[in-house]
């Protein structure tokens, strides 16, 4: 089992930034793909961001490219996303994930493990 757990969530305005975290523990060495999936109200989860552990490939969804970086840390076994130039409709619960194997098709239940989310609020 991994265990995953969010935080950096908040209230920001919008040109603001904030950085979430995703600490990651138990079977972590199971798990070599991580990333972060958010879900406004009333819409389907969708991919934000991801990484590969074994060569750090990111991936990222078209409508955060240029503001938002994914990152790790290995030996906190910790992953980032910073996020820059927020924009009102980022608004949404953003969640870690774990993946067992590595696919680069991010649909919705992409994790095998999740996290329980982290509110992100840009107000305009």
């Known amino acids: 089992q991994v265990q995953l757990v969010e935080s950096g969530g908040g209230l920001v305005q919008a040109g603001g930034s904030l950085r979430l975290s995703c600490a990651a523990s138990g079977r972590t060495f199971s798990t070599p793909a991580m990333g972060w999936f958010r879900q406004a109200p009333g819409k389907e989860r969708e991919f934000v961001a991801a990484i590969r552990w074994s060569d750090g490939s990111k991936y990222y969804a078209d409508s955060v490219k240029g503001r938002f970086t994914i990152s790790r840390n290995n030996a906190k076994n910790t992953v980032y996303l910073q996020m820059n130039s927020l924009k009102p409709e980022d608004t949404a619960v953003y969640s870690c994930?774990?993946?067992?194997?590595?696919?680069?098709?991010?649909?919705?239940?992409?994790?095998?493990?999740w996290g329980q989310g982290t509110q992100v609020t840009v107000s305009s």
């Open positions: 994930a774990a993946r067992r194997g590595w696919i680069s098709t991010f649909y919705p239940n992409w994790g095998d493990y």
